[in-house]
């Protein structure tokens, strides 16, 4: 079993659409979760960033985490075109000189179509 | 702002070739890393290092080598190369630990083909 699992997709949706992103995870020791945001032929980008549960806003965007059930979300409000990219959830614990190494998903391909 | 970079972009190497992946950062960043990624199955961590003259193992260590002589470089060299290298190579650095929350800024990536 992957310590966490994404739907690789793709997800496609209409423009205005409101698109769902999840993961799964098994390790509950996971305090730390990210979003990131990968377009073609480039590097992932951090999106969202939340620290153990709870909610977390910014724009368009709504990170959720929910530890008791070990399943984190990424909600895009009025999607557009320009939100095609490939999105990984990433997940850590806090050991100190550790690196912070982060476990990655497998990434969910989201289109956005105008 | 430069940021991470990555050299080559592109490479084919043949089964049993070495090569190296250069990687530069101009944030003064002390932790840097490597990872690979496979088609539909996210980003592997290779190596890390916390600072110059420190290095570790990540999840996927095999057939690679690291060395930090400089804050600024964090080589990947590849021994022998097999097909299983086959991969999109990322450099990535950060200012402190990931688990703190700090951003990890990625490089472009390097795209390599083992034949």
């Known amino acids: 079993q992957k310590e966490v699992e994404q739907d690789p997709g793709p997800l496609s949706v209409p423009e205005g659409a409101i698109v769902s992103l999840n993961c799964t995870y098994s390790n509950s020791a996971f305090q730390y979760f990210m979003w990131y945001r990968q377009y073609s032929r480039k590097g992932p980008e951090l999106l969202m960033y939340t620290y153990s549960s709870g909610n977390k806003e910014d724009g368009r965007f709504t990170a959720q985490v929910d530890k008791s059930s070990k399943y984190i979300s990424l909600f895009i409000r009025d999607s557009q075109p320009s939100d095609s990219a490939t999105y990984l959830c990433a997940m850590t614990i806090a050991i100190y000189n550790q690196g912070g190494k982060l476990i990655f998903g497998q990434g969910t391909e989201l289109s956005v179509k105008p | 702002n430069a940021g991470v970079t990555q050299t080559p972009k592109f490479r084919i190497l043949k089964i049993g070739q070495s090569m190296t992946l250069q990687c530069t950062q101009d944030m003064n960043h002390n932790y840097m890393y490597w990872y690979r990624q496979d088609p539909g199955m996210g980003l592997k961590l290779i190596y890390y290092s916390v600072g110059a003259g420190i290095t570790d193992k990540g999840e996927v260590p095999n057939g690679y080598n690291v060395s930090r002589s400089t804050t600024e470089d964090f080589p990947l060299r590849l021994e022998l190369a097999a097909p299983s290298q086959t991969s999109v190579y990322f450099c990535?650095?950060?200012?402190?630990?990931?688990?703190?929350?700090?951003?990890?800024?990625f490089g472009e990536g390097s795209w390599l083909t083992v034949v």
């Open positions: 990535a650095s950060s200012r402190v630990q990931t688990s703190s929350g700090n951003t990890i800024y």
